[in-house]
């Protein structure tokens, strides 16, 4: 069972994203999480290997990084990501071994 975490769980996305993830047996919803939560101590009390973040561009950058700074796999659902900042998890990513996509 692969444990996620919805970022950005109260809106449209996020909703669809935790129904979407409860249908499936491979999958279990560890958290849902959005503005004011603290998605670092979240990723570490839950154990989660996957974070869906489906937020706003103006905090998809930084949302990445905690992400993969706490040891868990970012699945990114926001748009408005620059060259520079997809170069920057990308190196980011590698140094901590963990996989991610931005969609």
């Known amino acids: 069972m692969i444990k996620v ?8 996305m996020g909703r669809e994203a ?22 670092s101590a979240l990723i570490k009390a839950t154990q989660a290997q996957v974070v869906v973040d489906l937020t706003i561009a103006s905090a998809g950058f930084n949302n990445t990084k ?6 868990a796999c970012p699945v990114i659902g926001t748009s ?7 170069k920057i998890l990308q190196a980011l990513a590698l140094d901590k071994k963990c996989g991610g996509l931005i969609a």
């Open 66 to 71: 905690i992400i993969l700074n706490a040891g």
């Open 80 to 86: 408005g990501f620059q060259t520079e900042q997809v």
């Open 5 to 12: 975490i919805i970022n950005g769980a109260k809106g449209r």
């Open 18 to 39: 935790v129904q979407a993830i409860n249908n499936d047996s491979e999958l279990e919803v560890v958290a849902q999480c959005d503005v004011g939560d603290d998605l």
